[in-house]
């Protein structure tokens, strides 16, 4: 009986470790979705119509770095025409694999700044997320 228990407590030390040997956390075994997420912020009046900011600008707040998004000519039109903007997308996964950090977004009209946001957002092996912040966000003087 001493013999089984003995065999039973070495069975039990051997299959269980503090050592981070968690393949999800390092992303090499986890299968992604083959979509491309970007969070997106709404930019709104007191009535709902949507707002065309002149310029926006993102940046990650711990080191200044400016992460906007770059749109071309016809992809800022529909920005402006429906008022959604992009905050963070699938673009930063890698760079932000399993972190989280903090961001700001400022929109400006006529270089006056009427948006100003900070944000908490993460990305996992495969894409971002959202972990802090209001996406909807109403301008009462545009």
């Known amino acids: 009986?001493?013999?089984?228990?003995?065999?039973?407590?070495?069975l039990l030390t051997l299959n269980?470790?503090?050592?981070d040997t968690d393949d999800t956390?390092?992303?090499?075994?986890?299968?992604?979705t083959e979509e491309f997420r970007t969070?997106?912020?709404s930019v709104k009046d007191k009535d709902g119509a949507a707002v065309a900011l002149?310029?926006?600008k993102v940046v990650v707040l711990s080191d200044g770095e400016d992460i906007t998004l770059n749109a071309s000519s016809s992809?800022?039109?529909w920005m402006t025409k429906n008022g959604s903007y992009p905050l963070f997308s699938d673009k930063y996964v890698t760079k932000y694999r399993n972190k989280e950090i903090e961001i700001n977004f400022q929109g400006f009209i006529d270089d006056e700044?009427?948006?100003?946001?900070?944000?908490?957002?993460?990305?996992?092996?495969?894409h971002v997320t959202?972990?802090?912040?209001?996406?909807?966000?109403?301008?009462a003087n545009p």
């Open 113 to 126: 700044l009427l948006v100003d946001s900070d944000y908490t957002v993460g990305a996992d092996c495969c």
């Open 130 to 139: 959202l972990v802090e912040g209001e996406t909807d966000i109403v301008i």
């Open 75 to 77: 992809e800022y039109e």
């Open 54 to 56: 002149d310029h926006y």
């Open 25 to 32: 956390s390092n992303c090499t075994d986890v299968f992604c």
């Open 39 to 41: 969070i997106t912020i």
């Open 16 to 19: 269980c470790s503090d050592s």
């Open 1 to 10: 009986m001493k013999l089984f228990a003995g065999i039973i407590l070495v």
